[in-house]
């Protein structure tokens, strides 16, 4: 019976036997085509704003806890000034403020010793392309070799021990991409944003740094202890590197530290190229040439224009700390003097005291912007 029933059943179609390999191979091509597509479409559909990015990505600088995050803006120990520039944060916070961004990474070569990655940053806008291509080494160093024994080579490091280079674990090899994937794509994305935006988004950041350190000196002391501690440097090491004891540190000293801290703590810099900086006579990292203060006389006249710019509605007092600061250094008294700034009420009224007023402000406005304009700004009075 059973013989039978087996002997009655029809043989399978040949349909069922086609080749799977072409069929996943069309879905991969319009997934990929699908995709690209609709991101082309929403940026159609929604296009940059470049002064709703201006305003966003000053609006996050100044956020404290953005402004003094360790992966903002960072300045590490090369050469005699030192190297500065916007950390991995900034990178990421800028690429929610472009919006219309295409990221992706591919592995265009590995072996056993290392794999190389290419990131692809596509300005949907622009319909511009920025490759980056990194490198990520399967190898790691330890203070032991492994569990059998083994390891790859050995070095003398700083403090004169022996370190072991040995293959990397599949753990460690994740954060090696991550880390790396990420500044690549830093440098990349910085490239996008104009150059006077980054320079507003800086001084933005320095401004947020520097009130922190002059309205609370002994809890921004504090914080950078503990910060300095947990990258293993301790108050001597800090005050060896000053020359003298932290606690007498200026507000601007602070700010410079904080500035060698985000380098040390994302892996930019050493504690040894800073003390080996030092060691050389070279100016510390992160310090800034004095500056002068704005003098009283001075900013009193130039308070006027100020204060009459803002009334207009033609520059916010945050533009105006912005120009000021990029001319010489403000006292705490004279930011508050600025901050206080308010626009006018712009009625109707107003519109004969604007007009007669419209050029002296025009001119009071570049000067603010830029000092080797006066005279058009004269002429313009």
Known sequence: MNQLATQALPAPPPMAMQPTGETASAFAAATAKATVEARYLMALR???????????????????????????????????????????RFAEMAARCLRNLMVES????????????????TDLDANNTFPEDYKVSKTVERSKPRDDGSYISTRLNSQGKIT???????????????ALKSKAMRNVLLRIVPGDIL????????????????????????????????????PMMLAEYLGHDLAQCSPAQLVSLRDLYSAIAEGEASWRQAMENKAEGKPTPGKKEAREVWPADKFAVELKRWAKAVELLIKTPDDILILAEKRGDLTPEQRATIAALQPG??????SADKSATNGAVDGATTQATDATTTTDGGAQQ
């Open 164 to 178: 072991y280079t040995v293959p990397a674990e599949d753990e460690d090899l994740l954060n090696k991409r991550g």
């Open 199 to 234: 320079d507003e988004c800086k001084a933005s950041i320095m401004h947020v740094r520097g009130d922190a350190a002059a309205s609370d000196p002994d809890g921004e002391r504090k914080a950078l202890a503990d910060e300095f501690a947990s990258v293993g440097v301790t």
């Open 106 to 121: 591919v592995l265009v070569f590995e072996d056993a010793e290392k794999e190389v990655h290419r990131l692809i940053v």
């Open 46 to 88: 929604t296009p940059r704003n470049w002064d709703q990015v201006r305003r966003d990505m000053l609006h996050e600088c100044k956020r404290p806890s953005f402004a003094r995050n360790k992966s903002t803006w960072y300045r590490k120990p090369i050469g005699g000034q030192g190297v500065e520039g916007f950390g991995i």
């Open 345 to 350: 009420a712009g009625g109707a009224g107003d």
